[in-house]
């Protein structure tokens, strides 16, 4: 049996990461050399200041009382890179913490505190059901409202995204981790958290004339930055006994205990195409020691997915680039 499992064509039914990565590029066209989801995105470079509130709860170097440089992407979710940058309410941050000693922390976030399903079938599920009509180009809507049928868990995600118009900039976005993950501090004892970084910048809503503009999000960014450094402060949310580590459908109460772990501050954005984030597969397995992954089932999907992902995009760079009769 362990035989056929690490296989995978002797079991053509199991969900693979191939057939995640086929399901995005027959929803959104393949795009050579780039991200088969969140393919639109711009580099950003900047560091973390820890201030040790976290190390009682983590071992990981980043939580102490020192500065981390971090390599980082703003995208928009869908596998085409051409798409409008407000076409979906939702936006993502990754990051790249590089520790002291070498090791690293990734993490890739949305600005929805919940994820739309909390299993990788339902994530495919979702992907066939949004698949787009040849004549309109939408989904169809009976598809559609059956996923939702089948799916009751996603209305967590419809509801919070109804209530939150989304805001003017990715500089006023909080990110959230979704998935939970498990602290481990000096004494092997493990605690269950989630993380999001919370903007320094007041909220404010998009404007009609933004969301019109196919680029808005990424030409107010550069702007931002090119007159001063973006903020965010790293929040933990512990969980308490009986919250669920693997349902990304499910938010924690609020009154759960957060800690302010320290200031990620951004200083520049560098465009895509030949910026630092270009090459990095920001798998949210990819932690330092003092995180562990929690048992949540999304989490090893994402890190098969990836770097699928990953494997396609460097390889259509580098022939592109032999083509071009360049170094990759
Ligand atoms: C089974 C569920 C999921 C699948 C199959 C999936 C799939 C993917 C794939 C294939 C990529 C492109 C990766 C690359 O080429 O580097 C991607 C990017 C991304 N995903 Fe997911 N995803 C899932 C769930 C999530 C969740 C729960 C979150 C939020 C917490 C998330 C956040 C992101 C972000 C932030 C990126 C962009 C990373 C970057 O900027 O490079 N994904 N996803």
Redesign the pocket.
Known sequence: AGYAYATGWLTPDRLTPQA??AS?QTDFGRHDGY????AK?VCVIGHFDGNGNASPYSRALVFGNLRTPVIG?F?VPGGNPSVADTANPVR???LQFTLPNGEQWRT???STPV?VVNT?QG?YDNLQASRPLPGTGKPDPAKLQAFFDAHPESAAFRQWVKAHPPSSSFTNTRF????AFELVDRNGNSHLARWSVIPQAAYAPLTPEAKAAPDSLQHDLIDQLSHGPARWRLQLQLAQPGDPGND?TKAWPEDRPVIDAGTLTLERAVTQDDGP?RD???D?TILPQGIRPSDDP?LA??SG??A???QL?TSEQAARHAAQGEQP
């Not at 991200?35 to 969140?38: D, G, K, L, T």
């Open positions: 995640i990565i995005f991200r088969r989801n969140h995105g992407r995208a993502s941050l990754a890739g976030m949305n994820f990788p994530f959230y981790s979704i998935n990304a984030c990095i597969n920001f949210p999304l999907a994402r997915a990836y699928r992902s990953y995009r």
